[in-house]
C-alpha cells in the first residue's frame, strides 16, 4: 500500500485547503492562493521543476488571480477615501 502522496496530489489537496479556508475568512483572500495551488498541481502532473520555480509559479499565479478577482468583484461603491465628515451631522 502506498502512503505517500506524489507532488500533484499534494498540491491538490493543498488547493482544497486553501478553498476550505476561504469559505470561513470574510474576503477573497485564499481564493487566489487556491488558484495558484490548483496551477501548481497541473506543473507537477507534467514534471517537476526546481524549487525555485515552483516558488515563483506561485507567486506569480497566486498574486495575479488575487489581483484579478479584487478588481473583478469589488463594489461599486467601494471608496478608499472619505469624502464626508462623519461627525457633519
Request: proline share 3%; glycine share 4%.
Amino acid at each position: 500500500m502506498k502512503i505517500l502522496l506524489e507532488l500533484w496530489q499534494w498540491a491538490l489537496l493543498l488547493a482544497f485547503a486553501f478553498l476550505i479556508l476561504e469559505i470561513f475568512a470574510p474576503s477573497f483572500l485564499f481564493v487566489g492562493f487556491a488558484i495558484g495551488a490548483f496551477f501548481l498541481t497541473l506543473v507537477f502532473l507534467f514534471g517537476q521543476p526546481p524549487w525555485w520555480l515552483v516558488l515563483f509559479l506561485f507567486a506569480i499565479v497566486s498574486g495575479s488571480s488575487f489581483i484579478v478577482l479584487r478588481r473583478t468583484f469589488r463594489r461599486s461603491n467601494d471608496q478608499r477615501m472619505a469624502t464626508e465628515d462623519v461627525n457633519q451631522y
